[in-house]
């Protein structure tokens, strides 16, 4: 019996949110390694978008970047209109963009900042999905395809004393999952999630601790943080025909945490 895949003549054309730095970039890089097209979802880094357009271009692939913000239904559209016209039907998606907001006790998070990141994290994540499986599901005309989402090991882990509302955002994300998962994989988009750990970013800087991947160090069985093209290499192939029979797992990427 054959495996359901993607015919070979398709073309992988796969959008990236959150692709201009850090995992995303580092995801974009590997999938062109793997004959995908990217389209690259940035926030406001215009020249970082650009850099990792160029390295995906080097590596044999097409791209376009397209500033997004993930939450706003018209500008997810606008995103995915964009990517269509210029490399042809999205067959793939890495819902990766994220934020956390600053670290602290859970009371002494802003209300302003827990919405922003449920409007990005989740709201985000679902409207970037719908759109992809209104462009892949046979039920919508579309030839199948794959989601991965990215979640982070503080889905269960809870992060108390660092950012609580990040990690129940990102356990929105694994549920979602689950669900899209049951719905949509016999109209031919598997949809699975990656759940980083402690990596390598600018987004510990971001958070207000530069150092904190390597403080998270000592208590991961690994002794060491991660790099993004190590979770870039867990997306590519859940991407990959090979995972052609993986769809709903949430697949943990965090050294053994």
Not at 13 to 27: E, F, K, P
Not at 70 to 82: G, I, K, R
Not at 167 to 185: N, P, Q, R
Request: glycine share 12%; proline share 4%; charged share 20%.
């Amino acid at each position: 019996m054959s495996r359901p895949a993607l015919p070979a003549s398709v073309r992988r054309v796969t959008v990236v949110t959150g692709g201009s730095r850090g995992i995303g970039a580092a995801t974009a890089l590997r999938l062109a390694r793997d004959g995908h097209h990217l389209g690259i979802g940035y926030e406001r880094d215009e020249q970082a978008a650009s850099r990792t357009a160029e390295a995906v271009r080097e590596a044999g692939g097409e791209a376009v970047t397209v500033r997004v913000d993930t939450s706003e239904a018209d500008a997810v559209d606008h995103l995915f209109d964009t990517v269509r016209a210029a490399l042809g039907p999205v067959t793939g998606l890495v819902n990766n963009a994220g934020i956390s907001g600053p670290l602290g006790r859970f009371t002494e998070t802003a209300p302003e900042v827990m919405r922003r990141v449920v409007e990005v994290n989740v709201t985000g994540a679902l409207l970037c999905a719908r759109r992809a499986l209104r462009e892949m599901s046979t039920a919508h005309g579309g030839m199948g395809g794959a989601i991965v989402n990215i979640s982070s090991s503080a889905a269960t882990l809870g992060s108390p004393r660092e950012y609580v509302h990040y990690a129940a955002s990102k356990a929105a994300v694994d549920a979602m999952t689950v669900g899209l998962a049951k719905e949509f994989t016999g109209e031919g988009v598997r949809v699975n999630c990656v759940q980083p750990g402690s990596v390598l970013t600018g987004m510990h800087a971001k958070m207000g601790d530069p150092d904190r991947a390597w403080k998270k160090a000592e208590v991961t069985p690994a002794r060491r943080p991660g790099e993004p093209e190590e979770i870039a290499d867990a997306v590519a192939w859940l991407l990959s025909d090979e995972a052609s029979y993986t769809s709903g797992a949430v697949l943990r990427v965090a050294g053994g945490l």
